[in-house]
């Protein structure tokens, strides 16, 4: 099927008549229209792309209704197989003999793969890899802090144990930032390296509060992992130096836990238990798709470069037990992807003197692995990338949290854009790009409000790592990431297109045609 959609975009873009060469235009540049964002987002995060998780149908599906509207608004294919450009991936399944167990005396209590713990298989490229079987007695190790205080490691002596520790804030931690900090992403990976100081068979992370919430959205990715290809080529746990790494939910009666814990978060041996846990992981090549197409510039002396934009199009799929399984993720990104073919029809009717790039990536949701690919193994010169632009979520009134409430306070963030980048970028590579952004919302009628909360490589969540735009800084190209922030729906299934604000996301879409204008008509590089 594939391989005839591929033939089928050859045959017309043949017949596709070539755009003449035209100066840049000097008018006002043409909107992004209300009604052709809602039309596609409507379509493209409908319930028959099953969610768009990569590696399936759905997100195979999405590629193809990306490629058939790049046909039909005419660019430039810049993939390696015309739009696309392909993404060798491995994708990992649980086996049957899958198990964990904590035995206390004689009795064997099996914990449930997904509703009370899943395992980390792989912590990212360049990681060592977590062992796949793990044995031994439980130590509750509290929050897994060594501040404030406290230190709840004190009492492991012994290398081998399964330390069980909790993620978030203990109640006598009162003060608000440091409460967000404990309960931040980057300190849960914190936890767990203090705690392979100890030499532990296995390291149990359960969430409690106000980050079970994170188990819940991570759950999918855990179950259902994807990575580049030729992923995990390890055959036994002697090339796995990690300990077993588990996440899952603090749970009243939890056999990983002490009966009292939620009165005392005191640590302790839990005598008499034993954790044992073995994985049987399966791994199953798939390929998938970026889609890369190119407007071209009218200066012959400055369009072999290029103004990338990129969006990502995949989402998390389908999500057990809720009577609507289907996550369609209207803002995360259906919202980006859809504004970026609206840029592209603008681009087309009035290019700049640089070529505009459009990077539609797979993966994101995964580790960032589309982008990972088009950045190690780029289909035009890595270098000939001036800056790029990353939309991710740009579609609804939100805020700097997921703890955000659309439904209360929306109207406060009704003008608000967050933009990362020009602070959080090292040596200072995207501070110019920031200045030239901030000059061009200055000069809309409507400016829009500019908020920076996001704007740094040490906040708690590490939002600078956690989307596209990463793998092109990696490569010292300065880059602008653009979001109207998080809001009740993240990653969950009421993301739905009826909730999208289409008319700040009209703005949003204008403003960024407007700056990848201005760079493209620039002489210089923005440096």
Known sequence: MRRAAVILLVILAACTPAV??????????????????????????ADSFMGRETGTPGAARAARFIADRLVTLGLEPAGDSMYYQRVPLVKYSFGPTTRFIVTSGTTPMALALGTDVAPLVNLG??????KRYADGDLVFAGYGMVSNGRNDFAGITEPGK???????APASVTDSATRARLEGQEELGQRIGRALQFAPSAVILLMTGE??????????????????????QSTSDSERPLPMVILGVAKAGSPLLPANWQASDAPRALTGRRFTGRIELRNDPATAYNLVA???????????TYVAYGSHYDHIGIVAGAADSIANGADDDASGSMTMLAIARAMKLQPPRRSILFVWHIGEEKGLLGSARFTTNPTVPIDSIVAQ???DMIGRRGGATPKFDSRTQGETAANTL??????????????????????????????????????????????????????????GIP????????????????????????????????????????LGNRETRPR
Request: a negative charge; zero cysteines.
């Open 389 to 391: 632009i990353n939309m």
């Open 211 to 232: 980050t079970e919430e994170f188990y819940q959205q991570a759950t999918p990715d855990l179950l259902r992992s994807v990575a580049q290809a030729p992923g995990d």
């Open 418 to 475: 967050f933009v990362l980048g020009p602070n959080a970028a090292p040596n200072n590579q995207s501070r110019m790009l920031g200045a030239i952004f901030d000059t061009v919302n200055a000069r809309q009628t409507q400016p829009l409000t500019i908020d920076r909360t996001f704007d740094t490589p040490n906040h708690p969540e590490r939002y600078y790592y956690r989307s596209d735009h990463y793998n092109y800084a990696q490569k």
């Open 20 to 45: 003449p060469t035209v100066a840049p235009s000097t008018g006002p540049v043409r909107a992004v229209a209300v009604d052709e964002l809602r039309r596609d987002v409507f379509a493209f995060a």
């Open 162 to 168: 399964v330390i069980v520790m909790l993620h978030g």
């Open 294 to 304: 190119v407007v071209r510039g009218t200066d012959p002396r400055l369009n072999k």
């Open 125 to 130: 490229a360049g990681t060592p890899l977590p």
């Open 479 to 518: 880059i602008l990431f653009v979001s109207t922030g998080f809001h009740e729906d993240y990653h969950k299934v009421s993301d739905e297109a009826a909730k999208i604000d289409y008319e700040k996301m009209s703005r949003i879409g204008s403003l960024l045609v407007q700056f990848g204008t201005n």
